[in-house]
């Protein structure tokens, strides 16, 4: 970076708030750096390496994230054990002050991650003894018969799934007469830190294995569970929290209409599908973070 570059401070949070810090990083912040290997292609990390010695917890203790390695264990990956979010990670064999990077999807908005500018590492050329988890259960009855199935996993192998749906290559995120056979980003306050990619298919075109494996996080508006492996931290899917016959009459229509379609679907993070170059895919964005309340507050 050049000697000249301003910075400021800004504050970054996991999304229930139990840990928040604050980070000098270059106050213009258009370029960020995102890394193909595949634990960052499962998580969608952006990172930038902060200021040296500029990074300060505000809220919780490093110790009470969760730590996950693999490989010849060198980099540490830390995220929140309550709700998943990917924070930051720490390579110790790097020279002192590059030690430290910290994923921005985590940094308070509003921050447009669509926007800026992606310098791709090639992380994925490292050579590494890891291997997607192979998928051993029974296959979806669901889909349509001349569909694709696909399997994925987590990043760790607790969890994996398979889904039969239509091939992915063909989907038209424009066609408003399928709707059902969208990919979606969103960029609201917890789909901008997960970086989904959701896809959207019903119940019977989706297995999971390893459930006992998730973590399962209820956002503050409680009509929705985001489980995430509880290992690795990867996001798998969106799920309809259980409700009292009092919560389901104190929802808005909106909302009480969108929990019941809810569960007729099995949404899935197609980060989670191995060997699958999901930036190119056609998908469709929505603006959550204006459009979907109540409004996130930044703690």
């Not at 669901?142 to 969890?159: M, N, R």
């Not at 508006?221 to 104190?250: H, M, R």
Request: glycine share 8%; net charge neutral.
């Amino acid at each position: 970076m050049a000697e000249t570059e301003e910075f400021k401070t800004y504050r970054g949070n996991c999304h229930c708030g139990a840990f928040v810090y604050e980070v000098d990083l270059p106050a213009e912040l258009k370029l960020t750096n995102e890394c193909n290997c595949s634990i960052c292609s499962k998580k969608g990390n952006l990172f930038n390496i902060p200021k040296p010695d500029s990074f300060k917890v505000v809220k919780g203790d490093e110790k009470d994230l969760s730590i996950y390695t693999f490989g010849k264990g060198t980099v540490r990956h830390y995220f929140c054990p309550k709700c998943g979010t990917s924070l930051m990670g720490r390579d110790e064999t790097r020279p002192a002050g590059r030690q430290h990077v910290i994923n921005i999807r985590a940094i308070q908005g509003p921050l447009d991650v669509w926007a800026m500018e992606k310098r791709i590492f090639d992380g994925a050329a490292i050579p590494c003894d890891w291997k997607p988890a192979e998928y051993k259960g029974l296959e979806p009855q669901g889909g349509p018969a001349d569909g694709k199935t696909y399997h994925g996993s987590c990043h760790c192998g607790a969890v994996t799934f398979a889904v039969r749906f239509k091939p992915l290559d063909t989907i038209d995120p424009l066609d408003k007469e399928k709707d059902n056979e969208r990919v979606v980003q969103c960029n609201c306050s917890i789909c901008q830190r997960n970086a989904y990619y959701w896809l959207y298919p019903q119940a019977d075109q989706v297995v999971f294995q390893g459930q006992e494996n998730m973590t399962h996080y209820g956002m503050r508006s409680g009509v929705f569970d985001k489980p995430f492996c509880k290992t690795c931290g990867v996001s798998i899917t969106n799920l309809p929290a259980d409700q009292t016959p009092e919560q389901l009459a104190a929802m808005s229509e909106r909302m009480r209409s969108y929990w019941e379609h809810s569960k007729t679907v099995a949404p899935l993070n197609l980060r989670l599908l191995d060997d699958f170059n999901f930036r190119s895919l056609k998908t469709r964005t929505f603006d959550g973070y204006n459009m979907i309340p109540p409004k996130y507050v930044n703690p």
